[in-house]
């Protein structure tokens, strides 16, 4: 017949006999917890370690009843998250629920928690929630971050009268709890990283889909015009960039070349250089008169720009091949370099006085135009300042001086020469370094000799 009464001697000879059972055996707790600290070296997948952790605590601590690893967010007061729920009996799972006075006292002191008989201790206050869940032996031991800050818990208990829980088995517990944290933090950075890798590898996606998108902005081909070849190059310094370039074909056989620069890299430049392609194209078709156009395309682009705090260089040219005359309109940019068949120095194809000042910087501005005429076998170059501002691995600008002189070295010079020499010597300045200063755009003009 069993005895209700707890006190009497013979539940007493039971609980001893029972205890001694439990604290036998210490080769095979030193296995499992070898076990156990292996297991979560092994693996960084938390979700299904932690199940099968579970069941060797069960083997470990043989008292217990139900294991919980809860974790706690970073809100104040925190949110208490179970992030493993085991009990021997799978069918109380669902409904099994943890003392969160006992869990919350732990995370905040940073120690370790444990009650023989749970629903007499005074110790920590405990709830009548102990009570309730009838808890009879509990030990709880935080998890503490690398960052030496509690994040959670590890929480044994047992609803047996006759099993209790000891200090070595607390100790055994904080053994565990040690191992666990690391592996939880480890398991955090894991996804954290995963997490950042799919991060990267969307923006990568979004940044080549920009890169094709500003790529659609720039000419497909070269220019096509009868007594004149061209070559272009260009290269973001990032993915995407702010410089740009085209070619616009006119009324009356003639073309339009444009090249500009817009303040900054990147994303932001790119979307500008895409608004600064469009408004081109429709100033230079609609406006026959060119520094007219320029004013008209400054007007449209201020409120934009200003907004974004931004300015752009910019050079516009219209060649008229019947009569081999080209016209310049001028806004901040460098002005195109002039290289002739004959030889000689390396110069400016106009005066810079004819420099306007860069688009989106004023309002109503007015500019001014000028004209030149290549004769055979000429070449006319255009380039942003990320040419001659190219700079070395020890930060050395290649410099129009260094410019210049690699030009005049091409013998019979072609646009596709005058191009390829220009880049062999850029790359060649520029070894050593991963990406380039500033987005480099060349566009060379050549009247066929």
């Known amino acids: 017949i069993p005895d209700e009464d707890e006190n009497t001697c013979v539940n007493e000879i039971l609980k001893q006999t029972t205890q001694q059972i439990l604290d036998t055996q210490p080769a095979e707790k030193l296995r499992l917890l070898l076990d156990i600290t292996g297991a979560f070296s092994k693996t960084l997948e938390l979700d299904t370690l932690l199940p099968k952790i579970a069941d060797q605590m069960f083997q470990l601590f043989k008292q217990a009843d139900r294991c919980f690893l809860i974790i706690a967010d970073d809100s ?72 030496g800050k509690p994040f959670g818990v590890v929480q044994l208990d047992t609803q047996d009268r006759s099993k209790r829980f000891t200090q070595d088995d ?24 995963i997490t950042e890798e799919r991060s990267r590898a969307a923006m990568d996606c979004d940044l080549r889909l920009a890169q094709q998108v500003q790529f659609s902005f720039l000419p497909r081909e070269e220019a096509q015009v009868d007594g004149y070849e061209f070559k272009a190059y260009y290269k973001a310094a990032k993915e995407v960039g702010g410089d740009y370039y085209g070619y616009i074909p006119l009324s009356g056989g003639r073309m339009g070349v444009t090249i500009g620069d817009v ?28 520094p007219a156009a320029v004013a ?41 370099l002039l290289i002739r068949k004959t030889g000689g120095p390396i110069e400016d194809v106009v005066h810079a006085d004819i420099t306007g000042i860069p688009l989106g910087i004023m309002e109503g501005m007015t500019f001014e135009n000028a004209t030149f005429t290549l004769e055979p076998g000429d070449q006319i170059l255009f380039y942003s300042d990320g040419v001659s501002e190219s ?32 880049l062999g010597a850029i790359n060649q300045h520029t070894v050593g370094r991963q990406y380039p200063h500033d987005d480099i755009t060349i566009v060379c003009c050549g009247r066929k000799a």
């Not at 992030?83 to 969160?100: G, I, M, W, Y």
């Not at 392609?277 to 429709?282: A, F, G, P, W």
């Open 170 to 193: 607390l100790k055994l517990l904080w053994g565990v709890a040690t191992q666990a944290a690391i592996a939880l933090d480890n398991s955090r950075l894991h996804e954290q990283s």
């Open 76 to 147: 104040n007061p925190p949110k208490l998250m179970p992030k493993l729920v085991k009990s021997r009996k799978p069918q109380d799972e669902a409904n099994a629920r943890f003392s969160r006075t006992i869990v919350r006292k732990c995370i905040e002191s940073g120690q370790a928690f444990s009650a023989d008989d749970a629903s007499r201790s005074e110790e920590v206050g405990l709830s009548q929630s102990v009570v309730d869940f009838r808890i009879r032996s509990v030990m709880c031991v935080p998890l503490v971050g690398i960052n």
């Open 296 to 336: 008209k395309l400054n007007d449209e682009l201020y409120p934009y720009l200003d907004n974004l705090q931004k300015f752009v260089t910019f050079e516009a040219c219209i060649l008229d091949p019947k009569s081999h005359t080209w016209s310049i309109c001028n806004a901040g940019h460098m002005i195109p």
């Open 391 to 422: 700079m070395s691995a020890n930060g050395v600008a290649f410099g129009m001086d260094k410019m210049k002189e690699v030009i005049q070295s091409v013998k019979d010079p072609t646009p596709k020469t005058v191009v390829e020499r220009l």
């Open 263 to 290: 303040a900054g890299k990147g994303v932001a430049a790119a979307l500008i250089m895409a608004k600064v392609s469009s408004e081109t194209r429709y100033v230079l078709s609609t406006e026959p008169d060119l």
